[in-house]
């Protein structure tokens, strides 16, 4: 069985604060992909990054970084420098169903305040 | 390149009342997804389609919720008769192919409120 947890329910920093978002997932799949998206109020859910479980390299794109470690099934993100516009519900998502299923987490609310 | 459009994107109705939204697909993704996102939590698929089929409706409640994609490009999905706990936002995805590697384009999703 699939199953993404996301222990935060709210974070709340200042602009220009960074923010870490934890993500723990867990499957019996060798094979599988995980996902950061965004939510922001107007409701679309927007991709940020994917990671493939072969690829523990962890990466920086922009203000965007992300930690992976196969080893304590944790795929953690983090924001740097936030911006009022970083406001939004972020989700973890898993990927390992060969038809594509998305299992997503319960979403951290990031609230950055000028 | 249009994204996933869904219509209407706000609906209010009573319960035992009969509701059915629309989406309509990135041109060329042969792969169709529900999900339901019920307040406070992560969105959960309800049904997958992979041209005009269903390859996945394990989590659709199949008694009230029906859908169906006839020519393998735009989607309805109906509730009939809804009930309170059918209140959630309903998201409509595409991507080119249904597997691991490609990625879910979504789209505004339709507030349903049903009282």
């Known amino acids: 069985a699939q199953k993404v947890t996301q222990a935060q329910t709210e974070i709340s920093v200042v602009e220009k604060e960074d923010v870490t978002l934890d993500c723990v997932y867990e499957?019996?799949?060798?094979?599988?992909?995980l996902f950061w998206y965004k939510q922001p109020p107007s409701g679309e859910l927007v991709f940020l990054i994917r990671?493939?479980?072969?690829?523990?390299q962890n990466e920086i794109s922009g203000r965007y970084s992300w930690n992976f470690q196969k080893s304590t099934s944790s795929f953690n993100f983090t924001i740097t420098a936030s911006q009022v516009v970083d406001s939004a519900v972020y989700f973890c998502?898993?990927?390992?169903?060969?038809?594509?299923?998305?299992?997503f987490g319960a979403g951290t609310q990031v609230v950055v305040t000028p | 390149e249009a994204g996933v459009a869904q219509s209407p994107r706000y609906k209010i109705i009573e319960k035992r009342q009969s509701v059915a939204f629309w989406c309509n697909p990135i041109?060329?993704?042969?792969?169709l997804y529900w999900y339901q996102q019920i307040l406070g939590q992560g969105p959960k698929l309800l049904i997958q389609?992979?041209?005009?089929?269903?390859?996945?409706d394990s989590q659709l409640p199949k008694d009230r919720f029906s859908a169906e994609r006839l020519k393998g490009v735009d989607s309805t999905l109906k509730i009939q008769p809804a009930k309170l706990e059918d209140s959630a936002v309903y998201l409509c995805?595409?991507?080119?192919?249904?597997?691991?590697?490609?990625?879910?384009?979504f789209g505004p999703g339709t507030r349903l409120t049903v009282l």
């Open positions: 995805a595409s991507s080119l192919e249904a597997g691991l590697r490609n990625e879910q384009f």
């Open positions: 499957t019996r799949d060798t094979t599988y992909y």
């Open positions: 990671r493939n479980s072969f690829d523990e």
């Open positions: 998502a898993l990927r390992s169903d060969s038809w594509g299923k998305l299992q």
């Open positions: 041109s060329g993704h042969a792969t």
């Open positions: 389609f992979q041209n005009n089929g269903v390859v996945d």
